[in-house]
């Protein structure tokens, strides 16, 4: 396992001036996120990362797509907003991440992950059905650019996301869909622990964000993301038990606050990291 941190892409985002700071830091590899539909059709974007890439040889181990219209992060508005299960939303948005799966391929990304949003746990539920025919489009158009789809996990429970990865399966065969596990998201959303999500799901994991986070303790809102080790998540008995599974992929580590405190949280998730792989 290797140690990485997510950056994101905005339109001032100096790339080389990111890979050089990641490398500073010691790390070889990270995901690229990206929110803004521009970016996604401005070669000057990909020029930048693919030269950046070489000169600096970090490895972008997936690229994270989000999509556009309203969005609201809680057990309520986020019913509405998230992901591809809100249906005024869906055809655009499934448009974004197929522009975004094109995008990835011009700068050599094979992982391509997203929030697909609160996927409903009662498979007869019409809109289970309906945001499955959503996924199926995006993991042929990624089997088409040699991508793999990777659900991040959150608003869905690790048993739901199992039956969406194998009905999917069923209808377009193994290979090419997996997850990005976010540990502190299972926590965060109140859906699992992700230790025990790994005997659910484990086999499936092809990316992991090094987060933390702890349980909400309101109905209506998510739970405090926190530095890591600070958290719920039990780091020392999951990197025990990826290794077990036999995962070999890399840790992003991912901090979603901004400036100097958001630097010095990335080290220290490093330092705790580095001790336990």
């Excluded at 905005?10 to 790339?15: A, G, I, K, L, M």
């Excluded at 990111?18 to 790390?27: D, P, S, T, V």
């Excluded at 502190?184 to 992700?194: D, E, T």
Aim: hydrophobic content about 40%; glycine content about 10%; some cysteine.
């Amino acid at each position: 396992m290797k140690i990485g941190v997510l950056i994101e892409l905005f339109e001032d985002t100096d790339v080389n001036a990111k890979f050089a700071e990641l490398r500073a830091m010691g790390m070889e590899s990270c995901q690229l996120v990206c929110w803004n539909r521009r970016i996604l059709h401005d070669l000057s974007v990909v020029q930048a990362v693919n030269r950046a890439v070489e000169k600096h040889n970090v490895k972008i181990s997936a690229f994270w797509c989000g999509w556009e219209g309203r969005k609201v992060w809680d057990f309520y508005e986020g019913q509405l907003t998230l992901g591809l299960v809100p249906a005024d939303y869906r055809m655009g948005r499934v448009k974004m991440l197929m522009e975004g799966s094109d995008f990835a391929k011009k700068i050599h990304v094979t992982d391509f992950a997203t929030h697909v949003g609160y996927l409903p746990e009662n498979p007869y539920d019409p809109k289970y059905e309906e945001v499955l025919v959503a996924c199926k489009a995006l993991v042929e158009k990624c089997k088409e650019n040699g991508q793999n789809f990777l659900f991040e996990t959150g608003q869905e429970t690790p048993v739901t996301l199992k039956r969406a990865i194998q009905d999917i399966e069923k209808a377009l065969g193994k290979g090419n869909v997996g997850i990005n596990l976010d540990p502190a998201n299972l926590i965060m959303y109140g859906k699992a622990n992700p230790v025990d999500a790994l005997d659910v799901f484990g086999e499936y994991v092809r990316g992991i964000h090094g987060k933390d986070g702890l349980y909400p303790t309101d109905g209506h809102y998510l739970g405090v993301e926190v530095p890591l080790g600070q958290g719920k998540v039990n780091y020392p008995v999951l990197i025990a038990k990826l290794k077990e599974i036999g995962y070999d992929g890399d840790i992003t580590i991912e901090r979603e606050i901004a400036g100097e405190e958001q630097k010095k949280d990335i080290i220290m998730a490093k330092e705790i990291l580095e001790k336990l792989i």
